[in-house]
T-cell receptor, first 110, second 113 residues
Framework: KNEVEQSPQNLTAQEGEFITINCSYSVGISALHWLQQHPGGGIVSLFMLSSGKKKHGRLIATINIQEKHSSLHITASHPRDSAVYICAVSSSNSGYALNFGKGTSLLVTP | ETGVTQSPTHLIKTRGQQVTLRCSSQSGHNTVSWYQQALGQGPQFIFQYYREEENGRGNFPPRFSGLQFPNYSSELNVNALELDDSALYLC????????????FGSGTRLTVV
């Protein structure tokens, strides 16, 4: 099983701060996903990446395949960014089902 | 139709009962996965269906079973409910079994008393 570790578990930031959430995994993957989950449960897919870097608005995701590590960055954070951010990986030996980290709970205060 | 719809949103059942949770996927999404998320934990993979056949299963007992239908809907059935089955159950669909383009539903919150 691919172990997925996220850090930090909890994060509090002031509005406007630059935020980084980290994810590491133990074995080779086909893709890594960053997901956002708001209270109440619904999950939104933010990024899927297998190499390099992707950017969408104030969100940036990077992955280093050799180091088995990915980061999610939020620039100019805003209170509406408060949510749980989850890293998940898929690989051929798991039938491409997602293996999730426990999530990082982010609170951005005004 | 866009998006993934799960029903019901909330459900309370008694230990020992059986429950059926439903998921309606986007048209063309021939792969559906079900996940269990306990409070404060990341989701855990239950099983995946591709073109109406189960093609992957996580570490869940046989009392967790599923079906996928030709109209892109699917079901998760749980027999002999236990208190530890209380969780958020998430459905995710994708247009291919490699998992590209996952779309998640909002989940069904199951409470077993």
């Amino acid at each position: 099983k691919n172990e997925v570790e996220q850090s930090p578990q909890n994060l509090t930031a002031q509005e406007g701060e630059f935020i980084t959430i980290n994810c590491s995994y133990s074995v080779g993957i086909s893709a890594l996903h960053w997901l956002q989950q708001h209270p109440g449960g619904g999950i939104v897919s933010l990024f899927m990446l297998s190499s390099g870097k992707k950017k969408h608005g104030r969100l940036i995701a990077t992955i280093n395949i050799q180091e088995k590590h990915s980061s999610l960055h939020i620039t100019a954070s805003h209170p509406r960014d408060s949510a749980v951010y989850i890293c998940a990986v898929s690989s051929s030996n798991s039938g491409y089902a997602l293996n999730f980290g426990k999530g990082t709970s982010l609170l951005v205060t005004p | 139709e866009t998006g993934v719809t799960q029903s019901p949103t909330h459900l309370i059942k008694t230990r020992g009962q059986q429950v059926t949770l439903r998921c309606s996927s986007q048209s063309g999404h021939n792969t559906v996965s079900w996940y269990q998320q306990a409070l404060g934990q990341g989701p855990q993979f239950i099983f995946q269906y591709y073109r109406e056949e189960e093609n992957g299963r996580g570490n869940f007992p046989p009392r967790f079973s599923g079906l996928q239908f030709p109209n892109y809907s699917s079901e998760l059935n749980v027999n002999a409910l236990e208190l530890d089955d209380s969780a958020l159950y998430l459905c995710a669909s994708s247009p291919d079994p490699l998992g590209y383009g996952y779309t998640f539903g909002s989940g069904t919150r199951l409470t077993v008393v």
